[in-house]
T-cell receptor, first 115, second 111 residues
Framework: DGGITQSPKYLFRKEGQNVTLSCEQNLNHDAMYWYRQDPGQGLRLIYYSQIVNDFQKGDIAEGYSVSREKKESFPLTVTSAQKNPTAFYLC??????????????FGEGSRLTVL | QKEVEQDPGPLSVPEGAIVSLNCTYSNSAFQYFMWYRQYSRKGPELLMYTYSSGNKEDGRFTAQVDKSSKYISLFIRDSQPSDSATYLCAMKDSGYSTLTFGKGTMLLVSP
């Protein structure tokens, strides 16, 4: 079945440690996205990538880094510079890079808790 | 003024009620309008999609767009406990841009 796979589903880390969240898609979509979701805040865009080896900052990129070495993969690293990393992280993809309807397909999310 | 406004709720209704969920927006360039449903601790899934103004119906769900008022609605008829979720509106313009989301409305349907 086609879809987006995020791992791990739950992750606990100590303060000051970098953490990498995995996102893989087999939908052959061009664009991939990372969102952060906090209670009462809705979805906030962290980074997005429209093509391999290229990515753009979203609204809250500080303290995060990404790479897009393969079309199928868009990992997100939460660095120690992120002041409040505990959140629910969602990866998404879309067929076209920004153009068209913009319909997003989401993964099941990764919940990161920093102790 | 935020680009997209959505009442966070929670909205509590009895089973069988008609539910109305709404978003207002300020950017007149928005052309594509979507509603996503998100169950607790899950990723959002696309529920309804509408281009420009008008109505769209899919089973118990009806999406309405009024571009003159910059107002979109999602109606749920004969609501069921399984409809209990957070509903997010999202929209974008016709250019190369990312979706703009509302903050979501939590809906609780009691049996």
């Amino acid at each position: 079945d086609g879809g987006i796979t995020q791992s791990p589903k739950y992750l606990f880390r100590k303060e000051g440690q970098n953490v990498t969240l995995s996102c893989e898609q087999n939908l052959n979509h061009d664009a991939m996205y990372w969102y952060r979701q906090d209670p009462g805040q809705g979805l906030r865009l962290i980074y997005y990538s429209q093509i391999v080896n290229d990515f753009q900052k979203g609204d809250i990129a500080e303290g995060y880094s990404v790479s897009r070495e393969k079309k199928e993969s868009f990992p997100l690293t939460v660095t120690s510079a992120q002041k409040n990393p505990t959140a629910f992280y969602l990866c998404a993809s879309s067929i076209l890079a920004g153009g068209g309807t913009g319909e997003l397909f989401f993964g099941e999310g990764s919940r990161l808790t920093v102790l | 003024q935020k680009e997209v406004e959505q009442d966070p709720g929670p909205l509590s209704v009895p089973e069988g009620a008609i539910v109305s969920l709404n978003c207002t927006y300020s950017n007149s360039a928005f052309q594509y309008f979507m509603w996503y449903r998100q169950y607790s601790r899950k990723g959002p899934e696309l529920l309804m999609y509408t281009y420009s103004s008008g109505n769209k119906e899919d089973g118990r769900f009806t999406a309405q767009v009024d571009k003159s008022s910059k107002y979109i609605s999602l109606f749920i008829r004969d609501s069921q406990p399984s409809d209990s979720a957070t509903y997010l509106c999202a929209m974008k313009d016709s250019g190369y841009s990312t979706l703009t989301f509302g903050k979501g409305t939590m809906l609780l349907v009691s049996p």
